[in-house]
């Protein structure tokens, strides 16, 4: 998973409590990303950061906030989770030279009750 | 607004036979065209890409996609397909240009293998 470590892998959480999830990288890559994966709709991205403390909304950002620290951590934080925000998380990386590939981690499974 | 629709959401196909998954966009400009596959449980692993040149490319584990403008597609073909190759598989496109060199991903294509 190119360097990725997403955590947890999976969480059981109650609606209305706040979640944080992580992702650590080892790549020093520039991009990151925050998607969810819902069946159907495929990856929809949440927030992506072009830089430490440079964050910027994607497509599905409401509910959702993100920070970066440091190159190599960008944390997901759902304030108050909904049901509506059970779903896979993935994280990914690019660096801009790299061709605008991007590479992703193995995912965090959440269930809010 | 961006878009890229796969079709078709399963497909089945028995193992030897071939296989081609559609993909279109829709874009004014020139797109980078990517295709990624996810097993069961796992991220998604890279299998092509396409930025400029020859349309038809070649990827990892025997895969191949052509790209044709005059259609906004990019199929992915495989020639004799294996048990291995049943996953989902998921058509991305990034806007050349896009600073954020964000991804907006179809629906995704359920393949499945019958021995």
């Known amino acids: 998973d190119a360097g990725i470590t997403q955590s947890p892998r999976h969480k059981v959480t109650e609606t209305g409590t706040p979640v944080t999830l992580r992702c650590h990288q080892t790549e020093n890559h520039r991009y990151m990303y925050w998607y969810r994966q819902d069946p159907g709709h495929g990856l929809r991205l949440i927030h992506y950061?072009?830089?430490?403390?440079?964050?910027d909304k994607g497509e599905v950002s409401d509910g959702y906030s993100v920070s970066r620290s440091k190159t190599e951590d960008f944390l997901l934080t759902l304030e108050s989770a909904t049901s509506s925000q059970t779903s896979v998380y993935f994280c990914?990386?690019?660096?801009?030279?790299?061709?605008?590939?991007?590479?992703f981690g193995a995912g965090t499974r959440l269930s809010v009750l | 607004a961006q878009s890229v629709t796969q079709p078709d959401i399963h497909i089945t196909v028995s193992e030897g036979a071939s296989l081609e998954l559609r993909c279109n966009y829709s874009?004014?400009?020139?797109?980078?065209l990517f295709w990624y596959v996810q097993s069961p449980g796992q991220g998604l692993q890279l299998l092509l890409k396409y930025f400029s040149g020859d349309t038809l490319v070649q990827g990892i584990k025997g895969f191949e996609a052509e790209f044709k403008r005059s259609q906004s597609s990019f199929n992915l073909r495989k020639p004799s397909v294996h048990w291995s190759d049943a996953a989902e598989y998921f058509c991305?496109?990034?806007?050349?240009?896009?600073?954020?060199?964000?991804?907006?991903f179809g629906g995704g294509t359920r393949l499945m293998v019958k021995p």
């Open positions: 874009y004014g400009a020139t797109p980078y």
């Open positions: 991305a496109v990034v806007r050349e240009g896009n600073a954020g060199n964000m991804l907006t």
């Open positions: 990914a990386i690019s660096e801009p030279l790299g061709g605008n590939i991007q590479y």
């Open positions: 950061s072009y830089g430490v403390k440079d964050t």
